[in-house]
Structure formats: structure tokens, C-alpha cells
């Protein structure tokens, strides 16, 4: 397991994804923040499960991978906003929720080179 902060940011973001399913499960205020369907819970789950694995092994292949995952499902929802069919079945809560989870992955996920270069290593 990583214990570099970076990677712990990834595992929260992954477990904030897991987590949201529990909007799924309840109705009304102030748990129903953002409208997640069947498709994105799915989705949800799946790709913070990949954020979280990326995070405790320190892989960044993986953050990044789930940073996109998101960023595509943003921009899915993006483009079916308001029509009949709409796969991901969420409105814009949803977009803004996959997009903020998709950037904070990415900025993670490509910002390690940066840091670890200039950081030195703690015991």
C-alpha cells in the first residue's frame, strides 16, 4: 500500500464514487443531491473500485483510467441532457458530479511526476 498523499486523495475520491450510491437508495432531501440511475451507479461503482485500486497500489495508469472513465460519462450526460434517451439517466447533478470526480482524478493521477521530483522522501 502507497502512502504517498496523492494516492490517498485517490483512494477518497474512489470511495466518495462508492459512496454515492447511496443516492441511489434514497429519496428525497438532503441525501438526493444528485440524480444517479441504474447505468451510473453501476458506472459509479466500477470505476471508483479502479480509483481506489489505482490509490492503495500506487499506480497511476489506473487513477488515470478512472479519472477518464468519469470524464466520458460527464461528457455522455453532457450530450443527452434532456433527450428521451438517456443512458447514463441522470441530469446535470450528474454531469457536474462525473466531472468533478474525472478532473480530480486526472489532476492526481498526472501530477505525481511533478511532486515526486522535488519532494523528498519521508520516513
Excluded: C, K
Amino acid at each position: 500500500m502507497s502512502r504517498e498523499p496523492l494516492d490517498r486523495a485517490a483512494v477518497g475520491l474512489g470511495a466518495a464514487g462508492v459512496i454515492a450510491v447511496i443516492m441511489v437508495l434514497t429519496n428525497g432531501d438532503p441525501w438526493q443531491l444528485v440524480r444517479v440511475g441504474p447505468v451510473a451507479s453501476i458506472l459509479t461503482v466500477v470505476l471508483g473500485g479502479v480509483a481506489i485500486a489505482g490509490g492503495r497500489l500506487g499506480r497511476p495508469p489506473l487513477i488515470l483510467a478512472a479519472g477518464a472513465g468519469y470524464l466520458g460519462a460527464a461528457l455522455l450526460q453532457l450530450v443527452q441532457f434532456g433527450r428521451s434517451s438517456n443512458w447514463v439517466g441522470g441530469d446535470g447533478s450528474t454531469f457536474s458530479f462525473f466531472l468533478g470526480l474525472g478532473v480530480g482524478l486526472i489532476v492526481v493521477a498526472t501530477t505525481r511526476s511533478s511532486i515526486t521530483e522535488h519532494v523528498p522522501n519521508q520516513p
